[in-house]
């Protein structure tokens, strides 16, 4: 296997070189083998539900369901999700979500269904379709949650796919929400590897026919809004602005200098001006890692020329701001890359077990929940059966009461139609009796 050298710039004043192979020397890298939960997860594979699903029946009659109804039973959907296992049933599975996140019930799927879909990926190694469903989350609906994010953060990360990991923080980053530890510490991660050796990621860009391309003009444009993530497709801006976000919601040094380091990659020269400066007049003074503060150096002096500043304003105030920070001691030359990897054992080493309680019992709720609605769905659909057999019972007695009424009235019948006869022979007769004197 070749060996990837990485020149790893962060990593303090002598720009050491390391290697991915040191990098992963050690028996464990982050998160144990016990937190995939794959003993509990496994077990729902016991469910008669899905030991027994046909998965080509189920697929053509949820398929059936889709194209007449406009949606199917989420119960069946989570139980295909579940029961496939090999890269047979790709394109099903993928068709599915899809129609599920265009249908009715795109709100209502059963929360282990996603979890299906993305360890079915993980487990087959399809890393491709993953990151595109989780991509276009629109489409497809798929939105991980904590324990997801870091399985798959945790899974690129062993299997050396840097570029992926930071991919999935930047996804993540547009949630807004990095209040889980170990999923920040483990994007954190994933972006401070990429930045050493960035590779442009290959995004889907659907295919426009310019000839038939319209325009519908509209009176004006209700808040216009930019938000600098979801419509940004250059890597670079968006591990910048996941860096940012990152290490604003961070207090200590390295979250702060990831923060410049970020706003210095998506190109915010007045916030990361403004972020200096502050910097100098707050009360608890945090101490910036120098390897971090190289980086913006030479993002800002690449990218800040005479076309974006063209009076040189800002480089001005930026090399005044960053020489400010040695002069006040506001620099540390301890070894960012130690700092990191630091963060994210501690966060495993405090979350991890209670992590896996939670999840193993949540495995276990889910697999009550999916029973549960399975016999709900099974009432349901035995109540239109249940119906027609009330109703064909309810004619077999009003014909028993019609006979029975008949036959226990047989006499009374009987002269009632002798009478109606004599009646209507006597009616007869003096119609003929009449038309004769005429």
Same mark, same amino acid.
């Not at 720009?15 to 995939?36: D, P, V």
């Not at 100098?280 to 800040?304: C, M, N, P, Y």
């Given at each position: 296997?070749?060996?990837?050298?990485?020149?790893?710039?962060?990593?303090?004043?002598?720009?050491?070189?390391?290697?991915?192979?040191?990098?992963?020397?050690?028996?464990?890298?982050?998160?144990?083998?016990?937190?995939?939960?794959?003993?509990?997860?496994?077990?729902?594979?016991?469910?008669?539900?899905?030991?027994?699903?046909?998965?080509?029946?189920?697929?053509?009659?949820?398929?059936?369901?889709?194209?007449?109804?406009?949606?199917?039973?989420?119960?069946?959907?989570?139980?295909?999700?579940?029961?496939?296992?090999?890269?047979?049933?790709?394109?099903?599975?993928?068709?599915?979500?899809?129609?599920?996140?265009?249908?009715?019930?795109?709100?209502?799927?059963?929360?282990?269904?996603?979890?299906?879909?993305?360890?079915?990926?993980?487990?087959?190694?399809?890393?491709?379709?993953?990151?595109?469903?989780?991509?276009?989350?629109?489409?497809?609906?798929?939105?991980?949650?904590?324990?997801?994010?870091?399985?798959?953060?945790?899974?690129?990360?062993?299997?050396?796919?840097?570029?992926?990991?930071?991919?999935?923080?930047?996804?993540?980053?547009?949630?807004?929400?990095?209040?889980?530890?170990?999923?920040?510490?483990?994007?954190?991660?994933?972006?401070?590897?990429?930045?050493?050796?960035?590779?442009?990621?290959?995004?889907?860009?659907?295919?426009?026919?310019?000839?038939?391309?319209?325009?519908?003009?509209?009176?004006?444009?209700?808040?216009?809004?930019?938000?600098?993530?979801?419509?940004?497709?250059?890597?670079?801006?968006?591990?910048?602005?996941?860096?940012?976000?990152?290490?604003?919601?961070?207090?200590?040094?390295?979250?702060?200098?990831?923060?410049?380091?970020?706003?210095?990659?998506?190109?915010?020269?007045?916030?990361?001006?403004?972020?200096?400066?502050?910097?100098?007049?707050?009360?608890d003074k945090v101490r910036l890692f120098?390897?971090?503060?190289?980086?913006?150096?030479?993002?800002?002096?690449?990218?800040?020329?005479?076309?974006?500043?063209?009076?040189?304003?800002?480089?001005?105030?930026?090399?005044?701001?960053?020489?400010?920070?040695?002069?006040?001691?506001?620099?540390?030359?301890?070894?960012?890359?130690?700092?990191?990897?630091?963060?994210?054992?501690?966060?495993?080493?405090?979350?991890?077990?209670?992590?896996?309680?939670?999840?193993?019992?949540?495995y276990k709720e889910w697999e009550m929940?999916?029973?549960?609605?399975?016999?709900?769905?099974?009432?349901? *659909? &035995? =109540?239109? $059966?249940?119906?027609?057999?009330? #109703?064909?019972?309810?004619? /077999?007695?009003?014909?028993? !009461?019609?006979? %029975?009424?008949?036959?226990?009235? *047989? &006499? =009374?019948? $009987?002269?009632?139609?002798?009478? #109606?006869?004599?009646?209507? /022979?006597?009616?007869?007769? !003096?119609?003929? %009796?009449?038309?004769?004197?005429?």
């Amino acid at each position: 296997m070749l060996t990837i050298v990485l020149a790893l710039r962060l990593f303090g004043q002598k720009r050491q070189l390391y290697t991915l192979n040191a990098i992963y020397a050690g028996k464990r890298f982050f998160l144990s083998e016990a937190f995939q939960c794959k003993n509990v997860w496994d077990k729902r594979l016991q469910a008669p539900a899905i030991k027994n699903a046909n998965l080509d029946e189920l697929f053509l009659k949820l398929d059936e369901e889709f194209n007449h109804f406009g949606r199917a039973s989420v119960v069946d959907i989570d139980v295909f999700a579940n029961a496939v296992r090999n890269v047979t049933y790709t394109s099903e599975l993928e068709d599915l979500i899809y129609k599920l996140q265009l249908s009715v019930n795109s709100l209502k799927p059963l929360p282990s269904t996603h979890h299906a879909v993305i360890r079915y990926f993980l487990e087959t190694e399809q890393y491709e379709v993953l990151l595109k469903i989780l991509s276009d989350r629109l489409v497809y609906g798929v939105f991980p949650d904590n324990f997801c994010l870091c399985l798959i953060l945790d899974t690129f990360i062993k299997k050396k796919r840097i570029a992926d990991a930071a991919r999935v923080s930047c996804i993540h980053m547009q949630q807004e929400d990095w209040s889980n530890p170990l999923v920040t510490s483990l994007a954190l991660f994933a972006c401070h590897m990429y930045v050493q050796n960035p590779v442009p990621w290959e995004v889907e860009v659907e295919a426009k026919n310019s000839d038939r391309e319209g325009k519908a003009p509209v009176e004006y444009i209700r808040y216009p809004y930019f938000d600098n993530s979801s419509e940004v497709q250059d890597p670079q801006l968006l591990i910048g602005k996941t860096l940012a976000d990152i290490g604003a919601s961070m207090s200590d040094g390295v979250g702060q200098t990831y923060r410049l380091v970020g706003l210095g990659l998506c190109r915010k020269w007045e916030e990361a001006v403004s972020f200096l400066e502050e910097l100098f007049i707050a009360s608890d003074k945090v101490r910036l890692f120098r390897g971090g503060v190289q980086v913006f150096k030479e993002t800002f002096a690449k990218e800040l020329n005479d076309k974006n500043d063209p009076d040189s304003k800002l480089r001005e105030s930026l090399r005044r701001l960053v020489n400010k920070l040695d002069n006040q001691r506001l620099v540390t030359n301890y070894d960012l890359h130690t700092a990191i990897i630091s963060l994210v054992e501690q966060a495993v080493a405090r979350d991890e077990n209670n992590i896996i309680k939670v999840q193993e019992a949540l495995y276990k709720e889910w697999e009550m929940t999916r029973e549960q609605l399975m016999k709900e769905d099974m009432e349901t *659909s &035995k =109540k239109p $059966e249940n119906l027609s057999v009330i #109703q064909q019972g309810e004619a /077999q007695l009003i014909q028993e !009461e019609l006979d %029975l009424f008949f036959f226990g009235n *047989s &006499k =009374k019948n $009987e002269l009632f139609l002798e009478k #109606q006869g004599v009646s209507k /022979q006597k009616e007869k007769t !003096e119609e003929m %009796l009449y038309n004769k004197k005429e």
